[in-house]
């Protein structure tokens, strides 16, 4: 007799997620009609997305429909304390056709996106004084502009903290952030080490001027796939820098600016080798719901060692989203891109497109093209449309095209 390992249909766990978010969906939904003071309130986010990858150095496409079904409650325990608790479930639809796990070997392109069941954020969260909270769980954590510590939430499984963040408003216009994490889970589902320790301070010194400082150091420690990805078996290092955003009218039009520097050294027991800095420069402009706008930023290169490193960005910020230079090439990134954006009603529109070479040797890297639409239909209903075509300007580095279709629910 053939032994029966499974008795539930595959994607059983999938469905019983989907009904369960259906349910509460249309609680929230009903909610939302009628005022209500009540202690709790709901958290959805689901997520169907279909993903197309080509890659010239893979003899087979990805091809596949990933899921993200997350949800839960915030809890009001009294005037000062608050309490959330979310589960969070991610799958595929059909045949597997692609690669989840960049350890093993695959004809597959890499999608990051396993099938995974836990927890997602759970946080208590203590507000002793208008003026500062405490939040301690499994968390969302953000420095700035995410270039260096974010969640990474395009991914179907978001990249959370475990640990401690203090936050607090010590005068007007003003923001500080503390924190420190010991472990997170990453985008593949597993728990690991982090040791990340996190600083910044935000403040505005004049009106549409914003400056920050920040510090924060990572020992994730050493790993083999680690001299693979980034050089090094041992990244560990204290990064520093700072950024300042500035805003300023020229008649109708509504100019932005730019600065950001950062330094990146080892710490005691990582590799010599992990020492570079960071350097970012952009303009732009918004007139009639366009803007226009062209960055440069340079990913530093210790002699062409060690190249500046973010392992834990908001990768689809920054560097296109082919992800080609997920991880610094150890001769440095420099990459040069210009941005036009247009929002009007429910429809809006993000295209960029970027220059890549070496930051040391003057190798060019190649180009790419990114295109982004989205639509929303409702306040927490979404579609989105998006491309990246990525070309080496050298063989035997692979072009690469990706393209997503989503549909998405986000509430609040």
Known sequence: MKKCTNPFPKHVLTLI?????????????????????????????????????EQSNRPEKVDVTTVRLAGGIQAK??????????????????????ADNPA????????????????????????????????????VVKIGNERHVSDDNFRQIPQLFDGTLVQWIPFDSSALKLGYFPKMRSIFGPVQQAKLGVFEFA???????????????????????????????????LTYGGTVDAMFD????????????????????????????????????TLSGWTMRADYET??????????ETVLSDYYAYNGSSLVFFATPTNGLRDTWATVRWER???SMLNEYHWFRSDVGGKDYGHELDLNFTYKWTEHWYARAQLARYRPDARPAADVDKGWITLGYLLP
């Open 17 to 53: 997620f989907l009904l369960c978010f259906c349910a509460f969906g249309a609680l929230a939904e009903s909610a939302d009609e009628q005022p209500d003071a009540s202690p709790l309130a709901l958290k959805l986010d689901a997520r169907f997305r279909y993903t197309r990858i």
């Open 77 to 98: 325990l009294s005037s000062q304390l608050k309490m959330t608790l979310e589960l969070i479930h991610t799958d595929f639809i059909g045949a597997k056709r692609f």
């Open 104 to 139: 093993v070997p695959s004809p597959y392109p890499l999608l990051p996106d396993p099938r995974y069941t836990g927890l997602n954020q759970t946080v208590v969260a203590w507000a002793p004084t208008e003026n500062a909270q405490i939040t301690a769980g499994r968390q």
């Open 203 to 237: 403040f505005n010194p004049v009106n549409d001027v914003s400056a920050s400082t920040y510090l924060f150091r990572h020992q994730p420690g050493a790993s083999p796939s680690n001299v693979f990805s980034y050089g090094v078996a041992d990244y560990s290092n």
């Open 250 to 285: 020229v008649g109708k039009v509504r100019g932005n600016f730019t600065a950001e520097a950062a330094r990146q050294r080892s710490l005691a027991g990582g590799s010599p080798l992990v020492r570079a800095n960071y350097y970012r420069i952009g303009a732009g402009a």
């Open 299 to 308: 990913r530093g290169s210790n002699n062409g060692r060690y190249g500046f």
């Open 345 to 347: 009603g429910r429809w």
